[in-house]
Structure formats: structure tokens, C-alpha cells
């Protein structure tokens, strides 16, 4: 089978960090063949013949602030996406943005931080911290959306560029609707999936509809469109940063961590540290010339 290793610089990717890695790849045996750039001095494409999993090793963490992701060279542009929001597509948690509005923010962020370690049961710690908002003016929601929820860099790009090549996007979010709808449609995806907060007299009850939102509901939510588009795992990709997102990072064909929680990158088949979003454009081979914005 035939692989391909790109690296990825969130500064400067020189000749030189090319050579060392061909050689690298030269001396675990892994026949490294031909160099692609698919931009000078960013990007970088290296053919080669075996042994992925010590190509990775090898590669991953050996330049500074340069990602790279290893993979089989064929379907490397996938045609589905399955993306989280929260740290992925956004820049920030938005339970624990809108937790600020009512004074709790740091009780609330605490809580978010271990559930996306994996330390806590993510349906039972959404509940826990929802409850927390009881009494909230609605209101706040907006508010929040406005002032707080920015795109994350590469978000609109990476997802209208692979849908310019045929590709089916998702959004599914742990966490609401209210902040992932317009959010989804502002980057472009083709479906969105969130928790409902629940409102009553203009002011949050402490709750969401049932059933929840979690890491089953994201596999499941890769599988069927799977099945829905006729598409193996290979033609496939999920990324997310947090412990629910582990399940369809591990279902897909590229199962990216995003800078993410320990847990989550030392598990997935790629990890992006230093770059944005559009690293996951070169990772499929597409260079900057061909990218929609």
C-alpha cells in the first residue's frame, strides 16, 4: 500500500525540515519516495512505501510547530465531515461563555474542562452544569452569541472547500442549538445536530430535551450518513478536541484531534497542534490555489 506523510507549518516549513524527514523515513525503513509541495514553504506531501504507524512515530513532534498527518495515499479527499463545535469550529465552550453572564463561569468551566478530559460522564456533567443556568434570561443567549462565539481560523474555508468537491458536512454539537444553527449555517455546513435549552417565560428552566446529545449520538451521526451516501470509512473524516468526540474519531477514515485534550490526541489517527483549521485541507491534498473561502 501506498502512504503519504504531510507536514504542515504553522510557520516556516524549509527545505531543510523536508530532507530530515525523508531521512527519517529512510532509516525506519519505510521507502520514502517522492516530495510533493503543496505550498513552499507551509506544505509538504512525502510518498511512501510501508510502515505508517512508525513513519508517525518518527515524524510527529520531530520539527518545530510543524503537524503532520500520515495516511494511505488513496481517498485521501474525503467526502464527508463530521465536525464538533466547541474548540473546533468555534474558538470557545459556549456553556461556559453563557455561564459568565450569570456570574458562574468559573464553576461551570471547571466542570467542562474534566468532561472533555474524559474525567466525567458527559450527559450527567451537561446536566449538572445546565441546572446551573436555571432563571437566566434568554436573552443572554444572544447576547452571548454575539459578543462571545467567533469561528475558529480555517473553520469556513475547510468546510466550504470540501464541499466545492463533493463532500457532505456536519455539524454535531454537544453543545445548543441556539449557538450551533447559526453558527452552521455561518460556515456552511449541511446539517446541524445540537442539545435544545429549554426556555420558559423567557429565562432558561436548568434544562435540555432528552436524549441528550453525546459521544453515542456522533458515531452514530458518522455511521448512518455513511450509510446515507454509500461511503466506506476511507472517503471519511471527524474532527473534534474533546472525550465525546473519541467515539467517531476513532469511526472515521481521518479521525483528526484538533488541539485537543490528551486523551483525545493520543487516541486519534491524526492531531493537529500548532495549525488551524486548513491544515486539514493539505492533509487531503489540496492546495492553497484550489481552497474556497
Known sequence: MA???????????????????QDKLHDVGCLPGTIAELETGRAADIAFAEHPDQARAVLEG?????????????????????????????????????????GIKPQIAEVTE?????ELDFAAALDARVALLKGLGADAI??????RVQLMPGARALVQTMKANGATAILVSGGFTRFAQPVGEQIGFDRVIANELLVEASALTGAVTKPIVDSSTKETTLLNAMAELGLNAGATMAVGDGANDLA????????????????????????????DL???????????TEWVN
Open 3 to 21: 502512504y503519504i506523510a504531510t507536514l504542515i507549518a504553522a510557520d516556516t516549513l524549509s527545505a531543510g525540515d523536508i530532507s530530515s524527514a
Open 62 to 102: 520531530g520539527f518545530d510547530r510543524v503537524d503532520v498527518v500520515v495516511q494511505p495515499a488513496a481517498n485521501r479527499r474525503k467526502r464527508l465531515l463530521v465536525a464538533d463545535m466547541d474548540s473546533t469550529m468555534i474558538t470557545v465552550e459556549c456553556i461556559d461563555e453563557l455561564a459568565d453572564y450569570a
Open 278 to 288: 486548513t491544515a486539514l485541507l493539505y492533509a487531503q491534498g489540496i492546495p492553497r
Open 114 to 118: 474534566a468532561a472533555m478530559r474524559g
Open 248 to 275: 467517531m474519531i476513532r469511526k472515521a477514515g481521518l479521525g483528526v484531534a484538533y488541539h485537543a485534550k490528551p486523551i483525545v490526541a493520543a487516541a486519534a489517527g491524526a492531531r493537529i497542534d500548532h495549525n
Open 142 to 147: 444572544d447576547r452571548c452569541l454575539a459578543e
